[in-house]
């Protein structure tokens, strides 16, 4: 039987921007998976927008060959995003783990996600080892921030590795600890197969990529698999690991950590989640698995062009290779054209999408103001769900509508308290708890709806708190709520695309922010255009664009025709990002701004 | 029937140049302006022999001599060049003849020179009857020297035109009619309207930024305009085109010519041609133009249908939707709105004619762009 005792397998956890992708990378360097001279920062994030905004969207694993009181020791390293939308990435790889490194920046000490992921952690029953990262800041209190990990997550930290991922400081020690203190992975390689599918991706040359955690058994080339929920066999091509690029090797046995490829033409064959077994001597109970995601805020994506609906579609579907949460369905707009309803697992998953459609894409994209998604109760007893303000039925068919609400959890210095409960009060919150972590952090928790969340708490908490408050939050149920549907008329005529729905006691304040707004983004027109924000047929607010003054070339020049036709041709060119509803035309930027309406303030 | 064409001719020269003006003029000595004057002639006669073919025979219609300021050039420059034309082309004994002209340059002596060159049409740059808005601009005459000026043009010219701008410093519409009343009393036939525009690199750019000089706002200057087209169509003008209003009979044939895409001949620096179907474009100074520099373009039929689309609009004829090759505009859905909102107008009597209602004259630019493909 293979010798496990010489591997381990473990993740990073942390808030975001506590430094898990400069310890990955120095870890990386240390046990010299990657020569220096192919080394670059943030390597395991290979997406280029992952780099550009240091955060981690996809979770990447690579193995570490490490030489420990003269041992050889091999470390699975799966590296996590941080960030609240891809808490689902984070619990997936915690599945194939027995140890994580709790990772904590010094001077910022024990945040929400801290807390939220040490909880995930545990309840994966893995080891945790808590490590204090930028000991070399001037602001680093490295004592205070062990006490916090004492007190408030109750892991003993006295002798936890302090250490700098940027400078390079301590790293051995982090080596030491996964070594010491993290169990090595149980299993039996002479079983019958048995492998969790902890992620998967698209390869336009091998087809699916399953990454795996072999429990027992081994798997290798020409092997026949069965994946248990779907019921499919495949025959293996390749089987190899990650250091971090693959790499194929003969065989993967329990314990290990890496990748299959078996000739799988598309990723909904491969569930992730689900147990990969031999086809010819099948496991007979599957692993758990994971809950399915789910999306939770929603939008419409539209192209500027709106002839290039079919190449929106091909990149949607490209894309949705690599994020099986991402959603879409088709939905036609009588202001947008054609376009599709996607939903996302929150704002920056929303975000990032939308960036690499127009980058990696090159699509120019029109979407329309973040929703979450209702459910209607009709007065004939069907249940819908709407994530599409302008699906939302007549008032009179509607007997309630419930909203979705989150749990949040806030970390917040003691002197913020009064701003945030101002702010969940404004937002609708409901106070749960308060608790005092310590004399410096205050846990508040609050019941809140997620349409609020989605619509600009994260910046008004940021911006009320200095940026020193974070949060995180998780799904609570759907709750009853007085809701009603604002709809905008721009010279008498609706724009579906501008629909929202908000709390009736909102209503009013958010019809006049928006009128204001669209009367500062819209250009004056060639007659005077009325904006009105109405619920039903009533008008709640009203702004006038006034027509325009002058735009007019009078002089003729000797005859000089062409520059008169291209300075008009120009024009036009600039009026490519206009949509037009009715008479009116509408920059594409417009569609956003519901989103921004606090900006202004 | 004969091919007909239109002959313009620049003469870049200014005795000063005017805070507005971002054309291609400039001051020059004697000398320099003989010289151009040789290298123009040079060009007339040389570019005539394409036109002058027994298969391509062609004959000019309207000649239009401008600037710059023609009128600074002595009797024996200005003669020079005519006689060049006659001696290069076919030209109709109508020929509706133009020679721009400044008040402070016109002289008894200038005018019976002209007349006797057939020259029948005169354009006086007055701009406004304002002493201090006139020296505030740079322009070199006064209320009293236009008015003057004009009166004696008058005696050798029954066609004289004034050009007018409207958006200079406190002057209302108000101020534009009374201007308006003073020329027509001297029998001025024709009045173009033209908006100040203010282009970079220009005194008056400059004097705007140092808060020296405040033209009206758009505002303003849309309805002062407004004012003044009221007050020339009561006295019985037309107006013919956007900026152009004249008495019946008395429109500029040779501007006309411009918008309904007749050919025409440029000659001189930075002038503009239409042959053929390709436009040309003189080199832009002396150096250039001198080794024959010019640059061409030859019309896509996406580019003639936006040509005839804006140039048709300007006008009071409008343009008719047959003559459009490759922009399909009954599907613009802008074209559709338009017509249901009043802002273009189908013609009674032919339902291809289109064009712009009058109103909206002042919002060309969105309008026409947006009929664009």
Redesign the interface.
């Known amino acids: 039987m293979k010798d496990l005792s010489h591997i381990r397998n473990f993740c990073i956890i942390a808030h975001i921007d506590h430094g898990k992708s400069t310890l990955a990378d120095r870890l990386i360097e240390m046990t010299g998976t990657v020569s220096k001279r192919d080394m670059q920062d943030q390597i395991l994030d290979s997406m280029e927008l992952e780099r550009e905004k240091g955060i981690t969207i996809k979770l990447a694993p690579t193995r570490l060959v490490y030489e420990y009181k003269g041992e050889e020791y091999t470390l699975n390293l799966i590296d996590t995003p941080g960030h609240v939308d891809f808490t689902y990435e984070v619990s997936r790889s915690l599945v194939a783990c027995e140890g994580a490194i709790l990772l904590v920046d010094a001077s910022q000490g024990v945040e929400a996600q801290t807390l939220a992921n040490t909880f995930l952690a545990l309840d994966n029953n893995l080891d945790i080892i808590p490590v204090i990262n930028k000991i070399d800041l001037p602001s680093a209190r490295v004592e205070d921030v062990k006490a916090e990990i004492e007190d408030v997550i109750g892991l003993d930290a006295h002798d936890c590795p302090c250490v700098s991922a940027k400078e390079g400081i301590n790293i051995d020690q982090v080596l030491k600890a996964i070594i010491e203190k993290i169990p090595a992975p149980k299993g039996d390689d002479s079983k019958p197969l048995k492998c969790l599918i902890f992620d998967s991706h698209y390869d336009n040359f091998k087809g699916a990529v399953c990454l795996i955690r072999v429990i027992d058994g081994q798997v290798k080339k020409g092997d026949h698999i069965l994946m248990m929920q779907t019921g499919k066999t495949f025959e293996v091509t390749e089987v190899g690991i990650f250091v971090p690029t693959t790499k194929e090797i003969p065989l993967l046995s329990a314990g290990d950590v890496g990748y299959v490829v078996a000739s799988i033409k598309t990723i909904a064959d491969v569930k992730v989640g689900d147990t990969m077994t031999s086809a010819e001597n099948p496991v007979k109970e599957a692993l758990p698995g994971y809950k399915e995601v789910q999306p939770v805020v929603f939008c419409g994506i539209f192209t500027v062009d709106g002839a290039k609906y079919n190449e929106l579609k091909d990149s949607l579907e490209k894309l949705k290779l690599n994020d099986a949460s991402l959603q879409f369905s088709p939905e036609n707009s009588t202001a947008l054209g054609f376009g599709f309803r996607c939903g996302f697992l929150g704002l920056l998953h929303l975000e990032i999408i939308i960036e690499r459609l127009e980058r990696e894409f090159d699509l120019d994209i029109i979407t329309t103001a973040p929703s979450v998604s209702y459910n209607v109760y009709k007065t004939n007893g069907e249940m819908l769900e709407i994530s599409n303000p302008s699906n939302l039925p007549p008032q009179v068919e509607i007997d309630r509508i419930e909203e979705p609400i989150v749990r949040t959890s806030i970390l917040t210095p003691p002197e913020y308290v009064g701003a945030i409960m101002e702010l969940c009060q404004d937002k609708r919150g409901i106070f749960k708890d308060m608790q005092y972590l310590d004399k410096k952090r205050v846990e508040l928790s609050y019941i809140l709806p997620l349409g609020e969340i989605i619509y600009d708490f994260f910046d008004s908490l940021k911006s009320r708190t200095k940026g020193y408050a974070s949060f995180d939050y998780e799904f609570e149920g759907f709750q009853r709520a007085e809701l009603v549907k604002v709809d905008l008329l721009l010279n008498g005529e609706k724009c579906d695309a501008l629909s929202l729905i908000v709390h009736k006691d909102k209503a009013y304040t958010r019809g006049r922010e928006l009128t204001e707004r669209l009367k500062k983004i819209i250009p004056r027109q060639?007659?005077e255009v009325p904006i009105q924000a109405c619920i039903g047929n009533k008008v709640i607010a009203r702004e006038t664009i006034s027509a325009?003054?002058?735009?007019?070339?009078?002089?003729?020049?000797?005859?000089?025709?062409?520059r008169?036709?291209k300075?008009?041709?120009k024009?036009?060119e600039g009026?490519k990002r206009m949509r037009?509803i009715?008479?009116v035309e509408i920059p594409s930027e417009a569609f956003m701004s519901i989103l921004k309406l606090d900006e202004d303030k | 029937m004969r091919r007909e064409i239109s002959i313009y001719v620049h003469i870049p020269f200014c005795e000063k140049k005017c805070a507005y003006c971002a054309f291609n003029s400039f001051c020059a000595d004697e000398e320099t302006k003989n010289e151009y004057i040789n290298l123009l002639c040079n060009e007339i006669s040389c570019r005539s022999a394409d036109f002058n073919s027994s298969l391509n025979k062609a004959v000019v219609r309207t000649i239009y001599i401008g600037g710059g300021t023609p009128s600074i050039l002595n009797e024996e420059q200005i003669s020079k060049v005519i006689n060049t034309i006659y001696n290069s082309f076919d030209v109709y004994d109508n020929a509706e003849f133009t020679i721009e002209a400044n008040p402070n340059s016109i002289t008894e002596e200038k005018l019976k020179c002209w007349k006797s060159l057939r020259v029948n049409r005169l354009s006086v740059g007055v701009q406004s009857l304002n002493d201090k808005s006139l020296a505030k601009i740079g322009r070199l005459h006064t209320k009293k020297d236009a008015l003057e000026k004009i009166k004696l043009a008058r005696k050798f010219f029954d066609n004289v035109s004034a050009d007018l701008i409207v958006g200079l410093e406190n002057e209302s519409g108000k101020d534009l009619c009374q201007y308006a009343k003073d020329l027509l009393a001297l029998g001025v036939k024709h009045i173009s309207c033209y908006l100040l525009e203010v282009y970079e690199n220009t005194p008056i750019f400059s004097m705007i930024e140092r808060g020296k000089y405040s033209p009206l706002n758009d505002e303003q200057t849309i309805s002062a305009f407004h004012k003044l087209a009221t007050y020339l169509q009561d006295k019985n003008m037309q107006r013919y085109e956007i900026s152009n209003f004249a008495f019946d009979g008395y429109e500029s044939q040779h501007n006309l010519n411009y918008w309904k895409r007749g050919e025409y001949l440029g000659f001189g620096i930075s002038a503009h041609s239409f042959v053929d179907g390709i436009r040309l474009e003189n080199a832009g100074n002396i150096e250039d133009y001198k080794s024959k520099k010019i640059t061409t373009e030859k019309l896509l039929s996406l580019e003639e249908d936006e040509e005839k689309i804006m140039l048709g609009l300007r006008c009071r004829l409008g343009f008719d939707i047959s003559s459009l090759n490759k922009i399909d505009i009954k599907k613009n859905p802008y074209f559709t709105q338009y017509v249901k909102d009043g802002i273009l107008i189908i013609s009674d009597s032919n339902q291809n004619l289109v064009r712009l209602n009058p109103l909206f004259y002042h919002l060309s630019n969105t309008i026409i762009s947006n009929l664009f493909q």
């Open positions: 060639l007659f325009m003054r002058k735009d007019v070339l009078a002089k003729c020049y000797g005859g000089d025709i062409t008169k036709r300075l008009l041709e024009q036009k009026k037009k009715g008479s």
